[in-house]
């Protein structure tokens, strides 16, 4: 008899062997008597061995092997077609969840039937937030306010520190703009009324557009913090301090990574903000982007 499949966990894979053995460690530790779930992963042309690592140490994942980097959005897409649970957590292989993860955070969907995507506390290895997970929305003036360090210098206001939120109280559940896609849970209803990720993002970005679109249907996004995973975070792309001592990524990805990640800015305000705003503010908006662009080239 076939067993009702409750949650489909989806990884994204790209030259992230052992980060992502110690994933799939973890959820293999997962407590699996209240909800039955399944592991997809896309594995996107890596060279690492990752695929045979897959198959010699879990031969009850779901394995995609792409014969060419798809990027994110497209990867996540490809992987949700073998989906079949009623919740879907994109979920990143530099994780590692704990033991209730998937339990507290299904039973917190269930509980509250006007969320639509939820994310847990998101937590990098220095113990800090990951500030990806507690978003609001790049407007022209939460990005001003990030990018020119305003924020910082706020951390508590409302009107100038939009860009992460960080006048909430990250103790507490509350609704957010956006989620990273590093453990985004959703309705599986939800994300197939709107086609689930854009694929004109390749790497960064589409789980703003992605939570942008979810609320633009009238579902919540919530921060649930009572359960928390660690996120070494940029370990595929190179680029994020946090890992770059456990990061494999050559210098030709990580500037891949970098016109990946300012693309998704140009995307994201074309798509959302273009009709929204003037052709003065839109000019301001793309100098900042490219400058940010080759500010970000020159550290590599």
């Known amino acids: 008899m076939n067993l009702k499949i409750d949650l489909s966990v989806l990884i994204v894979n790209f030259n992230t062997k052992e980060l992502l053995q110690r994933c799939l460690e973890s959820i ?14 896309v594995d996107n042309a890596s060279s690492d061995q990752s695929a045979e690592m897959i198959k010699k140490k879990f031969p009850n994942v779901n394995l995609i092997s792409s014969k060419k980097n798809l990027g994110f959005a497209a990867g996540n897409n490809l992987g949700i077609k073998m989906a079949v649970g009623e919740y879907v957590l994109l979920l990143n292989p530099d994780t590692e969840i704990e033991i209730n993860t998937f339990k507290i955070m299904i039973d917190y969907l269930k509980s509250n039937p006007k969320v639509g995507a939820a994310t847990c506390r998101v937590e990098l290895k220095n113990g800090k937030l990951d500030d990806a997970c507690h978003r609001g929305f790049p407007t022209p003036w939460n990005a001003f ?7 910082q210098l706020f951390p508590n206001s409302c009107f100038l520190n939009g ?11 509350h609704e957010i703009d956006s989620c990273a896609g590093a453990f985004l849970l959703v309705r599986k209803e939800i994300g197939d009324s709107i086609n689930w990720l854009d694929e004109d993002y390749f790497w960064y970005g589409e789980d703003l557009d992605f939570c942008y679109r979810v609320k633009q249907k009238g579902w919540k996004i919530m921060y649930v913090p009572i359960i928390k995973i660690l996120h070494w975070k940029g370990a595929s792309s190179g680029i994020r301090q946090e890992s770059k001592n456990i990061s494999n990524a050559s210098l030709e990805t990580r500037k891949k990574a970098v016109m990946a990640s300012t693309q998704a800015m140009r995307l994201f305000y074309q798509k959302h903000y273009l009709k929204k705003y003037p052709s003065i503010i839109t000019g301001f908006v793309l100098f900042g982007i490219n400058y940010l662009e080759k500010r970000r080239l020159t550290k590599i």
């Open 28 to 41: 293999n530790n997962s407590e699996k008597e209240s909800y039955q779930f399944e592991v997809i992963v």
């Open 163 to 173: 860009y992460h939120l960080g006048y909430q109280n990250l103790d507490k559940i």
């Open 145 to 151: 306010c990030h990018f020119s360090g305003i924020s």
